[in-house]
């Protein structure tokens, strides 16, 4: 049940905007993360409060695994990571990440896209890189009472089950529009967990909101209407 609310606090904590120009960059997208959050709210990876860019651990449980320091601050997350988004193109080829961001107007607009960018854990996000998303056996138990999961061996994390459901949306809506391939068995895991946890209330009030920034919602999401965003 608090994960749950949670979720729902996360939401409401989202600052109702008008319709806008989408970010150009992954620095302008992370300036407008922080206003449509605000400061005070809930961090994706574990439902933990946050304050700033001061994560509360104890509202979850948490427990750092190695790195203190990193797990006490919100970093933006890449639900699809930056890697997954950049190293099919060519420009990864001649130069990484960094030249991606800097020549390649494509990526620009994935590694900047709203829908695809939580606030999260920090040592999560480090722990988590460019890990796919996906099913593990393992019980968590890394992370204290956080309910993720990072098989380092297998490269693999596995969510929370509150937000598998939105994952498995991202990716879908990422790989159509951004013309990312997914492996066979990675879109099997996502149509099937896209079926499994449905869109709920949060995630479509999230979409609005997000939608009003970027001016178009993720159709894998119901409920965007352009003519609630305002002037």
Not at 15 to 25: D, E, F, S
Request: proline share 6%.
């Amino acid at each position: 049940m608090r994960a749950r609310c949670t979720l729902a606090v996360l939401l409401l904590c989202l600052c109702a905007t008008a319709l806008a120009n989408p970010p150009r960059t992954f620095s302008e997208a992370k300036k407008i993360g922080w206003k449509l959050y605000g400061r005070q709210s809930i961090e994706f990876y574990c439902g933990c409060k946050f304050r700033g860019n001061r994560v509360d651990l104890k509202s979850c449980g948490y427990q750092p695994r190695k790195n203190p320091k990193r797990a006490a601050r919100i970093e933006w997350e890449h639900i699809v990571p930056a890697w997954q988004i950049g190293h099919q193109r060519q420009c990864w080829q001649n130069g990484g990440r960094k030249n991606c961001a800097k020549n390649d107007k494509v990526y620009q607009r994935a590694e900047a896209d709203l829908h695809n960018l939580v606030p999260g854990i920090g040592e999560i996000n480090g722990d988590r890189g460019n890990f796919a998303y996906g099913w593990l056996p393992q019980p968590p138990s890394q992370y204290g009472a956080c309910p993720m999961v990072v098989d380092f061996k297998a490269r693999i994390a596995m969510p929370r089950k509150e937000t598998r459901g939105m994952i498995a949306r991202t990716y879908l809506y990422m790989s159509d529009r951004y013309q990312l391939r997914l492996s066979k068995q990675s879109r099997q895991l996502y149509s099937a967990w896209n079926k499994q946890y449905p869109v709920k209330t949060w995630e479509r009030q999230r979409n609005q909101r997000v939608g009003c920034v970027m001016g178009w919602g993720n159709p894998y999401v119901d409920g965007f209407n352009k003519r609630a965003c305002g002037s």
